[in-house]
C-alpha cells in the first residue's frame, strides 16, 4: 500500500540503486586488494630470489643463514618502500671517503624505528636485558659513606614497565653489602636462553631459592661492629654457606661470560646487516665509524643493568678500593709514590688539590653509556695529568724542558687521581672496557691508556693491606 505513494516508491528505488552501488564498489574493492596481493606477493618472491642469489651456497643452509635471508629480503622490501636509503646510496657513491656521510647515514638510520636493522637491534637489546634482569632486578643498597651519583635510565627500551623500574637502580650505588643472587650453576645455556627469551619477567617466587642465604650473607657484608654477639654459627654450617656462595659465584661469572658473547655477536650481526644494506660502508675506515654508532645505539639502554652484573662479579676488588680510599682520602701524592717533583706543595696552590682537572674529568666517565666514550674519557684524563705534571715540574725548575712523563711516574699519579675521584665503580667500569673495546684501539694510545688505569686500579685496591706494594709496569 506504501508503494502507491510517489514519496515511498522514490525512496525505495534509491535504497535499491545505493545497495547495487555499494555491491558493485565491493567488487571493484575486492578486485583491486586481489591485484595488490598479487603484486605484493610478486614482489616478495622476487625479492626473495635476489636474496638468495645474494646468499647463493653450494651446500645445505643453517638457521643463522636462513634467518640473514629473511633479514636482507626485510631490507629490500623496505627500499621498495622508501626513497632515503637510495639518496644516500647515491651520495656516498660520489664521496666514498666523506667520513661526514658515513655518520649521516647510520645516524639516519638509527632515527627509523620501522627499519629491519633497528627491529633487529631491539630485538637482541630485549634479548641481553631479559639475561640481566633476573639478576639485577634486586636494588643493592646504597653505602652510607661513600654514595654514587646515579647513572641514565634505560627507559629508551622498549621493555615493560617491570623491567625499566629496575634499570634505574644499576650503577648507582656503592657495594659495601649487597643481596645474594637467584642464580644456579645448574642451569645450561639453552635453558637459560628459553626461560629468559620468554614474554614475561620472572616471578617473585624464584627470588625465594635462597632467602636463608639471603639474610645470612646479608649479616656478613655489614661491619663487625654490627654483628649480633648472640649470632653463633656452628664451622660446619659456615663451611656450608661459604661454599654456596662460591658456587654462587662460580655460576655468575659464567653468566656473564655468556652475556659478553652474546653482545659480541649481537654487535657482528648488526653490522653484517648494515653492511648488506649499504655496501658502500664495507671500507675500513667506514666499518669502524659504523660499528661506533651501533655500539652507542645497542649500549646505552643496556649499560645500567650490564655494569650491574659486573660489579657483582668484582664485588671484592670494589670492597678493596673502597678501603683503601677510606685510608687515603686525606693522602697527599707523595704518600700514594708520586715524585716531589711532580706535585706543588700546599701553600703553592689554593683552594685546589694536585690534579683536580684530572679527577674531575675522570669522574666524568661514569655518565657515559658508550665503552668508546669511556675510554676517550681515560684518554683525556691521561692527557691532563701530563699537562699537570709538566706545569708541576716547571714549577720546582723553571728552566725545565721536560716534554714527558714516563711511565714510572705516570702510575702513581693515575692512582692518586683515581683514589680522589672516590668512585670504587671504576673498577668494574674498566673491566667492562676491556671486554667491549675493539681490538684495533687496545694497540694505540687507547690501549696504553686503559692498561695504566687497570694498573693504577690494581695498585690502588692493594693499599689498604698496610704492605707498601710495588708499583705495576706497564
Known amino acids: 500500500a506504501d508503494l502507491r505513494n510517489p514519496k515511498y516508491l522514490y525512496i525505495f528505488f534509491q535504497t535499491l540503486s545505493l545497495q547495487r552501488q555499494m555491491m558493485e564498489n565491493l567488487i571493484i574493492a575486492k578486485a583491486r586488494q586481489d591485484a595488490l596481493q598479487r603484486k605484493m606477493e610478486e614482489r616478495r618472491l622476487r625479492l626473495q630470489e635476489e636474496a638468495n642469489r645474494r646468499f647463493a651456497a653450494s651446500g645445505t643452509i643453517n638457521g643463522e643463514e636462513q634467518e640473514q635471508r629473511v633479514l636482507y629480503t626485510n631490507i629490500l622490501e623496505y627500499e621498495q618502500d622508501h626513497d632515503w636509503p637510495k639518496l644516500w646510496k647515491a651520495k656516498l657513491k660520489k664521496n666514498p671517503d666523506d667520513a661526514t656521510l658515513v655518520t649521516g647515514l647510520v645516524s639516519c638510520l638509527l632515527s627509523c624505528p620501522d627499519h629491519p636493522v633497528i627491529k633487529l637491534l631491539k630485538r637482541l637489546q630485549y634479548r641481553v636485558y631479559n639475561r640481566l634482569y633476573p639478576i639485577v632486578s634486586k636494588s643493592l643498597p646504597a653505602s652510607p659513606a661513600l654514595p654514587m651519583k646515579p647513572s641514565r635510565s634505560t627507559q629508551s627500551l622498549l621493555i615493560s614497565d617491570s623491567h625499566q623500574n629496575v634499570s634505574k637502580s644499576g650503577t648507582g650505588h656503592s657495594l659495601s653489602s649487597d643481596a645474594s643472587l637467584n642464580i644456579s650453576s645448574s642451569h645450561d645455556h639453552n635453558a637459560n636462553e628459553a626461560e629468559l627469551d620468554s614474554d614475561g619477567p620472572h616471578t617473585q617466587n624464584r627470588e625465594n631459592l635462597f632467602e636463608d642465604m639471603e639474610q645470612f650473607?646479608?649479616?656478613?657484608?655489614?661491619?663487625?661492629?654490627?654483628?649480633?654477639?648472640?649470632?653463633?654459627?656452628?664451622?660446619?654450617?659456615?663451611?656450608?654457606?661459604?661454599?654456596?656462595?662460591?658456587?654462587?659465584?662460580?655460576?655468575?661469572?659464567?653468566?656473564?661470560?655468556?652475556?659478553?658473547?652474546?653482545?659480541?655477536?649481537?654487535?657482528?650481526?648488526?653490522?653484517?646487516?648494515?653492511?648488506?644494506?649499504?655496501?658502500?660502508?664495507?671500507?675500513?675506515?667506514?666499518?669502524?665509524?659504523?660499528?661506533?654508532?651501533?655500539?652507542?645505539?645497542?649500549?646505552?639502554?643496556?649499560?645500567?643493568?650490564?655494569?650491574?652484573?659486573?660489579?657483582?662479579?668484582?664485588?671484592?676488588?670494589?670492597?678493596?678500593?673502597?678501603?683503601?680510599?677510606?685510608?687515603?682520602?686525606?693522602?697527599?701524592?707523595?704518600?700514594?709514590?708520586?715524585?716531589?717533583?711532580?706535585?706543588?706543595?700546599?701553600?703553592?696552590?689554593?683552594?685546589?688539590?694536585?690534579?683536580?682537572?684530572?679527577?674531575?674529568?675522570?669522574r666524568l666517565l661514569c655518565r657515559d653509556c658508550c665503552p668508546q666514550k669511556k675510554l676517550e674519557c681515560i684518554v683525556r684524563t691521561l692527557r691532563l695529568i701530563c699537562a699537570c705534571a709538566e706545569d708541576y715540574c716547571c714549577l720546582h725548575e723553571a728552566d725545565s724542558k721536560t716534554a714527558a712523563i714516563g711511565a714510572d711516574d705516570l702510575l702513581p699519579i693515575l692512582s692518586y687521581v683515581a683514589l680522589h675521584c672516590e668512585l670504587p665503580q671504576l673498577v668494574s667500569e674498566c673491566a667492562a672496557l676491556e671486554e667491549f673495546i675493539h681490538e684495533g684501539y687496545l694497540i694505540g694510545e687507547e690501549g696504553y691508556c686503559l692498561t695504566s688505569m687497570q694498573s693504577a686500579l690494581q695498585y690502588v685496591e692493594s693499599l689498604h693491606t698496610g704492605v707498601p706494594p710495588k708499583l705495576p709496569v706497564t
Open 217 to 362: 650473607l646479608t649479616q656478613m657484608d655489614r661491619d663487625p661492629s654490627h654483628w649480633d654477639p648472640d649470632m653463633i654459627f656452628e664451622p660446619s654450617q659456615l663451611d656450608q654457606e661459604f661454599l654456596v656462595q662460591d658456587l654462587e659465584m662460580h655460576a655468575l661469572k659464567k653468566h656473564l661470560k655468556a652475556i659478553v658473547k652474546d653482545i659480541h655477536i649481537a654487535i657482528d650481526q648488526l653490522l653484517s646487516l648494515c653492511l648488506l644494506s649499504f655496501e658502500c660502508l664495507n671500507t675500513a675506515n667506514s666499518k669502524d665509524l659504523c660499528v661506533a654508532s651501533i655500539e652507542e645505539a645497542f649500549f646505552t639502554p643496556i649499560w645500567s643493568p650490564l655494569l650491574t652484573l659486573f660489579r657483582k662479579v668484582h664485588r671484592e676488588r670494589e670492597l678493596s678500593f673502597e678501603s683503601s680510599m677510606r685510608l687515603y682520602q686525606d693522602a697527599s701524592p707523595g704518600d700514594v709514590g708520586v715524585a716531589s717533583k711532580l706535585y706543588p706543595q700546599d701553600h703553592v696552590v689554593l683552594h685546589a688539590y694536585p690534579y683536580e682537572s684530572a679527577v674531575q674529568e675522570l
